[in-house]
């Protein structure tokens, strides 16, 4: 079973991101507090996770968390300050979205910019590590699936609803096929050597 807290006493927000890596689509994150006593045996990276665990958890999460919030920042905004900053844009949106003020922030990963007054905690691949970021990661890959699924019924052609914007080699002739769309993250490299793609 993963960590409950870091330290004994203190409100602790969990935070993480889903969709770096992906060429279409917002990046999304998510900040969950719970209380101290809270523990789950089931919560774990959402990577580690099958779909349908996910989505059962995400139910547990959000009725058993103290607040929860989930943020996005579009393809565009990403194209134009870079995944990363896009990353910590939508996790300080969600941290402010929080009904509840935490004493600390557990961040998922290396490095942080942090736009809040609240001290954070930076922990590589703490999703294995604390149950809150891992409901972090969770509910941002769950908001975020279901976001893309929704998109795919606009369109369809990109097969979003199976790949949710990951560079499968599906998604990729259809960019060939069709080009890119305004979902698209232009920055990225959405075919090897783009292949005269007119983006």
Same mark, same amino acid.
């Given at each position: 079973?993963?960590?409950?807290?870091?330290? /004994?006493?203190?409100?602790? =927000?969990?935070?993480?991101? =889903?969709?770096?890596?992906?060429? =279409?689509?917002?990046? #999304? +994150?998510?900040?969950?507090?719970?209380?101290?006593? #809270? &523990?789950?045996?089931?919560?774990?990276?959402?990577?580690?996770?099958?779909? @349908?665990?996910?989505? $059962?958890?995400?139910?547990?999460?959000?009725?058993? +968390?103290?607040?929860? *919030?989930?943020?996005?920042? $579009? *393809?565009? $905004?990403?194209?134009? !300050?870079?995944?990363? %900053? *896009? /990353? #910590?844009?939508?996790?300080?949106?969600?941290?402010?979205?929080? @009904?509840?003020?935490?004493?600390?922030?557990?961040?998922?990963?290396?490095?942080?910019?942090?736009?809040?007054?609240?001290?954070?905690?930076?922990?590589?691949?703490?999703?294995?590590?604390?149950? &809150?970021?891992?409901?972090? /990661? !969770?509910? +941002? @890959?769950?908001?975020?699936?279901?976001?893309?699924?929704?998109?795919?019924?606009?369109?369809?052609?990109?097969?979003?609803? @199976? %790949?949710?914007?990951?560079?499968?080699?599906?998604?990729?002739? *259809?960019?060939?096929?069709?080009?890119?769309?305004?979902?698209?993250?232009?920055?990225?490299?959405?075919?090897?050597?783009?292949? /005269?793609? %007119?983006?």
């Amino acid at each position: 079973m993963l960590k409950q807290y870091h330290t /004994s006493g203190r409100i602790e =927000a969990g935070c993480d991101e =889903a969709g770096r890596g992906c060429l =279409a689509g917002p990046v #999304f +994150a998510a900040a969950v507090i719970f209380p101290n006593d #809270f &523990s789950n045996h089931d919560i774990n990276d959402s990577k580690t996770l099958t779909a @349908k665990q996910r989505k $059962e958890l995400r139910t547990i999460i959000e009725t058993n +968390a103290l607040t929860w *919030a989930v943020a996005k920042v $579009e *393809a565009a $905004e990403i194209d134009a !300050v870079n995944i990363l %900053n *896009a /990353s #910590f844009k939508a996790m300080n949106l969600a941290v402010e979205q929080l @009904k509840m003020r935490p004493d600390c922030l557990l961040i998922d990963g290396n490095r942080f910019k942090n736009q809040t007054d609240i001290p954070h905690l930076c922990i590589i691949k703490g999703d294995a590590v604390y149950l &809150s970021i891992a409901a972090a /990661s !969770v509910l +941002a @890959k769950t908001c975020r699936d279901d976001y893309m699924e929704q998109l795919s019924c606009l369109y369809p052609h990109y097969g979003w609803h @199976k %790949n949710k914007g990951y560079p499968t080699p599906e998604h990729r002739a *259809a960019i060939l096929r069709y080009g890119a769309c305004i979902h698209h993250r232009k920055s990225f490299t959405l075919l090897p050597l783009q292949l /005269s793609l %007119n983006l």
